[in-house]
């Protein structure tokens, strides 16, 4: 069966301050995706990105980045000098290609990340 | 090009009434999945349609019903509703099943049974 953690329940920071949220993935197929969605006070899953098994590259994008570590099962997400607009509940998720549960996203229980002014 | 579209926005059922759902994917998307998501954590995958039939389903009772349509749109029924059930439903569309393909979330229903 496959799991995703966040072991950050929330996390509180200061605008400018750098804030990474951990993601912790179980997984026994090889080839899956991991995607990293943020979901403000309206409902929506706003997508942020997505990585395959087979690319450990790190990748950032403006304030955001994220590290792929398949070592440690792990797809950490750092939001580089905070704002007050990144305040939100963002969730790690795992996607099977493969098996019995494919194209089911799993989600970790989110992060609710607070950037105070 | 519109995003993934959900109605209701809100409502309010009483118990052991029937609700349905409705999403249209967003365009070119031919794959709808719900989810539901309780307060306080994480969505929780309901069932996946492609081609018109229930590819997927995750561990919910048969109370929970759905259906897609020759135009890729779904809708979600669950009927004999408890208050337990009150929760945001989400749909999300993607290109394929399985693929990998990046997976959109419309902004949700949010269903309280009372």
């Known amino acids: 069966a496959q799991k995703v953690t966040q072991a950050q329940t929330e996390i509180s920071v200061v605008e400018k301050e750098d804030v990474t949220l951990d993601c912790v993935y179980e997984t026994r197929d090889t080839t899956y995706y991991l995607f990293w969605y943020k979901q403000p006070p309206s409902g929506e899953l706003v997508f942020l990105i997505r990585?395959?098994?087979?690319?450990?590259q790190n990748e950032i994008s403006g304030r955001y980045s994220w590290n792929f570590q398949k070592s440690t099962s792990s797809f950490n997400f750092t939001i580089t000098a905070s704002q007050v607009v990144d305040s939100a509940v963002y969730f790690c998720a795992l996607l099977q290609a493969g098996g019995t549960s494919y194209g089911k996203l799993t989600f970790g229980q989110g992060t609710i990340l607070t950037v105070h002014p | 090009d519109a995003g993934v579209t959900q109605s209701p926005t809100h409502l309010i059922k009483t118990r052991g009434q029937q609700v349905t759902l409705r999403c249209s994917p967003k365009s070119g998307h031919d794959t709808v999945s719900w989810y539901q998501q309780a307060l306080g954590q994480g969505p929780q995958f309901i069932f996946q349609?492609?081609?018109?039939?229930?590819?997927q389903r995750g561990n919910f009772p048969d109370r929970f019903s759905g259906h897609q349509f020759p135009n890729y749109s779904s809708e979600l029924n669950v009927n004999a509703l408890l208050l337990g059930d009150s929760a945001l439903y989400l749909c999300?569309?993607?290109f394929g099943t399985g693929t990998g393909n990046t997976i959109y979330f419309g902004e949700g229903s949010w269903l309280t049974v009372v």
């Open positions: 999300a569309s993607s």
């Open positions: 349609y492609y081609e018109e039939e229930e590819r």
């Open positions: 990585r395959n098994s087979f690319d450990e």
